[in-house]
């Protein structure tokens, strides 16, 4: 899952960021409604995570770009702010729920995860390709009916190709969806290793991830 964190306030922003990434999410924290546009303009998010008060700006402004850019991405509000008026203020410009400072990380967590959940309840629950489903709820992988364990990151990638089945996904598109901007010195190398990691796992299905030279990859079935 790629989140996008806007936080001015140091200390939540890394206790946040830790946090999910110890998950294996990828976070991209920035500080600034300016910074937040630019993030939302170039990525694709499952999560924005989003603070009222901001140096430049106010998160409530913040949420109208984002219902623009991602008009289906969840939004959960952080605020310091106890007036009921703000709360009901960002649930009526587009937020999806709030949670009020100081907060438990477990809190956030749980938050989150229902956010998630819904988002996936307005889509098909199990994903068929194949021999392969894929059930994004557990998540869980399964290969002629057998589990197949993936890690974090290898699910990330299953699950951007799988999106995307029967079209070719650049590798800078699946870099986005394992990466943070943060982690840039990864390298996209890193993709043919994930890339290669997964279709070793799913040898023996007719599910297959083809690579186009210069284009990217590509999941198909084996016909």
Avoid: W
């Amino acid at each position: 899952m790629r989140i996008l964190l806007v936080e001015d306030t140091r200390d939540v922003a890394e206790a946040v960021v830790e946090n999910f990434s110890r998950r294996g999410d990828a976070v991209d924290h920035v500080e600034r409604v300016a910074s937040a546009r630019a993030s939302l303009e170039n990525f694709d998010y499952d999560l924005v995570i989003l603070d009222i008060n901001l140096p430049d700006g106010s998160g409530f402004d913040l949420i109208d770009a984002v219902r623009q850019l991602r008009p289906s991405c969840p939004i959960l509000m952080l605020t310091a702010r106890h007036d009921v008026e703000d709360r009901i203020d960002a649930l009526d410009r587009g937020a999806d729920d709030y949670l009020m400072k100081p907060f438990d990380l477990r809190e956030l967590e749980a938050r989150t995860r229902a956010l998630i959940r819904r988002r996936q309840d307005e889509r098909p629950t199990v994903i068929e390709f194949g021999d392969l489903s894929f059930d994004p709820a557990g998540p869980e992988v399964r290969l002629k009916g057998e589990v197949v364990v993936l890690s974090r990151r290898e699910l990330a990638l299953l699950q951007a190709l799988l999106a995307n089945r029967g079209r070719v996904m650049p590798k800078e598109r699946l870099f986005e969806k394992l990466y943070t901007f943060d982690e840039a010195e990864v390298g996209m190398n890193a993709i043919e290793l994930y890339v290669a990691r997964v279709r070793k796992k799913l040898e023996g299905g007719n599910v297959v991830i083809r690579t186009l030279r210069n284009l990217g990859y590509q999941m198909t079935l084996d016909e």
